[in-house]
């Protein structure tokens, strides 16, 4: 719990002056947090998720600049050496460390989600998401029923959008 504390106050000082993204990545943090405890997930697995969801974004600012665009597939080639780094500043262990880049280097891409904390991370951002986005209930409803596997993450989504 301390390191998610400090990595938060971490991603918190990164993103200074921009509140909007500061509040994206505590609400996805806050979903993800969720659903891994509502689905059962080992301490360690929610650790690493927790962490993953915190600095899934990490790579916007980076492609905003670079490349004038943050598009998601941008964000997942340039935000695991960002992550990593403050991961390391922060001695999160090698293990923890790699999966959380592997998910930030994956977390805009929805075919072939094969893992627990992978689909959770995808779930937990998308219910952000669609919020911040003011998604139209159909489109709702199709990321219900084509990203959504968890029953924690479906239930959210059906609760939360009236579905």
Known sequence: MKQIN???????QYDSGDPKRIQHFLKVHSFAKLIGIQEG??????????AAALVHDIGIRLCEEKYGNCSGKLQEKEGPAIAAAMLEKL?????VIDRVCWLVGHHHTYSNIDSIDYQILVEADFLVNLYEDQTPEEACRAALNGIFRTESGIRLCRTMFAL
């Open 41 to 50: 997930l080992e301490e360690q697995e929610r650790f690493t998720l927790e």
């Open 6 to 12: 400090s990595l938060i106050s971490e991603m918190i």
């Open 91 to 95: 001695d999160f262990e090698k293990n």
